[in-house]
């Protein structure tokens, strides 16, 4: 089966449920959530986010600590983030996406990579007919999407075999050999060529382009990619996206030099 476009936002849907599920995405990328953090992320008042977060807690979607700091709870099935540092490194690169997208005309994302899987902390989507869709708050599989492609060939070889090929306990494999040797022989090429594709391996009709951040020019901690309608790819990916998405990686990591996400010095 191909995959599927991601959906546009019904007209007729639910507004106030909408703004839990997208409490729900930030609970899980970023780990902790103030009443006011939430009022501001969706443009609401603080009293209509203090009742979205406590209807959340009543579900057992979040829990709050002893600073009124909302936390995911035990229903949220997905595996938090649990990395501190998450929200420091999407505002820092916010301002680096809105001139990628500004200067590509296409929509610009930025990932982390959590195991096997990417985690979209924003995107921001180009302001053209062509836009592909808002991946804010989406998980995708590491292995298919641009940018968790150009984080997993930063990895030793030996743990990319650790995680898709070794069997968990009372499970087989994320990945049959023919698979994991193809990812190989892509990953190479994403190591030689400094950035990765998706052509159509996440959504049916996009294709994108993706690298990896590095903090302190050591390790990845994240990605940014540019995504585009995949009959308008191969026009613009080795002129146009290619070069300024390059530009934006070098940006981002002479602000990450100035200063640790990790310790928030």
């Excluded at 990628?100 to 995107?123: C, H, K, P, Q």
């Excluded at 030996?158 to 994991?180: H, K």
């Excluded at 996009?206 to 540019?226: E, H, P």
Aim: hydrophobic share 45%; with cysteine.
């Amino acid at each position: 089966m191909r995959n599927q476009p991601l959906p546009d936002r019904p007209a007729n849907a639910v507004g106030s449920l909408d703004r839990g599920l997208r409490l729900l995405q930030l609970l899980r990328d970023y780990g902790s959530l103030r009443v006011m953090d939430a009022a501001t992320h969706l443009d609401i008042s603080r009293s209509s986010a203090h009742r979205l977060l406590q209807t959340l807690a009543y579900r057992g979607f979040a829990v709050q600590d002893d600073n009124h700091v909302y936390l995911p709870g035990p229903s949220l099935d997905a595996a938090p983030a649990r990395l501190a540092w998450t929200k420091a490194f999407g505002a820092l690169c916010q301002p680096h996406l809105e001139v990628l997208s500004r200067r590509s005309g296409e929509s610009a994302n930025l990932m982390i990579r959590v195991r096997d899987s990417v985690r979209f902390l924003g995107t921001v989507r180009a302001h053209s007919v062509y836009a592909t869709n808002d991946r804010d708050g989406v998980v995708m599989p590491a292995h298919r999407a641009s940018g968790g492609k150009a984080l997993l060939a930063a990895l030793p070889a030996a743990e990319v075999e650790q995680m898709y090929r070794r069997a968990r306990t009372g499970a087989d494999p994320l990945l049959g050999e023919t698979e994991f040797r193809a990812l190989v022989s892509d990953l190479a090429s994403t190591a030689r060529r400094g950035f990765a594709i998706n052509f159509e391996e996440t959504e049916r009709g996009v294709a994108a382009v993706g690298v990896a951040v590095q903090a302190g020019g050591r390790r990845a901690i994240g990605a940014v990619s540019l995504s585009c309608r995949a009959d308008r790819f191969a026009g613009l990916v080795d002129k146009t996206l290619v070069p300024l998405l390059l530009d934006a990686k070098t940006q981002i990591e002479k602000d990450l030099s100035i200063i640790d996400l990790v310790t928030g010095a």
